[in-house]
């Protein structure tokens, strides 16, 4: 069975554009989580797809957006980067949406604003 | 509130000893903990989870957990450390309401041959 796959996974972009991950989940995998590391922050919570519904959302401003299609594929989206905004993104697919579940993480898209 | 906390930024162990790498953990309610491993340039890897039951949780690549009520802890251990066990550990707890993961900020264990 694949893994979580993203793509791609390494990305640079300059300050002031845009730009567009994508994640496919483990077939199967309804939900589909995506979270921001950092050396400074560590592990933040991005948001939370599941029937193409965002169910859940961190705390992070709106030039952070997601979407997820009806193949559970999901896709984030920054506008207007800035210096900050480079990290590694890291999507994680889950089976359901339940406390006892495991996620199961890609290798995550390495973004480096310039 | 949900969070874990990682005391230990760094743990050094000598290969084939046991290694111990700590979690304590502040939740309302029942704990969903988790632990997962990152090696570099990549994603996190599912280790382990306690949700109920036996508080010694066994998991992937010989790691186990032990869940402690009364000190709020959930320590990962392995009897015989490898120098492939080397890498970067996170503690993790689902959030009961949102579902999603709020980590610790990590562990980097080395693994001295």
């Known amino acids: 069975k694949a893994g979580v796959t993203q793509t791609p996974r390494y990305l640079i972009k300059t300050r002031g554009q845009q730009v567009t991950l994508s994640c496919s989940p483990i077939?199967?995998?309804?939900?589909v989580s995506w979270y921001q590391q950092t050396p400074g922050q560590g592990l933040q919570f991005l948001f939370e797809?599941?029937?193409?519904?965002?169910?859940n959302k961190g705390n992070f401003p709106g030039r952070f957006s997601g979407r997820q299609f009806s193949n559970s594929r999901s896709e984030m989206n920054v506008s207007t980067l800035e210096l900050g905004d480079s990290a590694l993104y890291l999507c994680a697919s889950s089976l359901e949406r339940a406390v006892n579940t495991e996620a199961f993480f890609g290798q995550g898209t390495r973004l480096t604003v310039v | 509130a949900q969070s874990v906390a990682q005391p230990e930024d760094q743990v050094n162990v000598a290969e084939g000893n046991p290694l111990t790498v700590k979690c304590t953990y502040s939740?309302?309610?029942?704990?969903?903990l988790f632990w997962y491993v990152q090696y570099p340039n990549r994603g996190l890897q599912f280790l382990l989870k306690y949700i109920t039951g036996d508080n010694l949780v066994k998991g992937s690549y010989g790691f186990e957990a032990e869940f402690n009520k009364s000190q709020t802890s959930f320590h990962l251990k392995k009897p015989s450390a490898l120098v492939s066990d080397s890498a970067l550990y996170f503690c993790?707890?689902?959030?009961?309401?949102?579902?999603?993961?709020?980590f610790g900020t990590g562990t980097s264990l080395t693994v001295i041959p």
């Open positions: 939740v309302s309610g029942n704990p969903y």
């Open positions: 993790a707890v689902r959030d009961i309401g949102g579902y999603q993961f709020y």
């Open positions: 077939s199967g995998h309804r939900s």
């Open positions: 797809y599941f029937s193409e519904t965002q169910r």
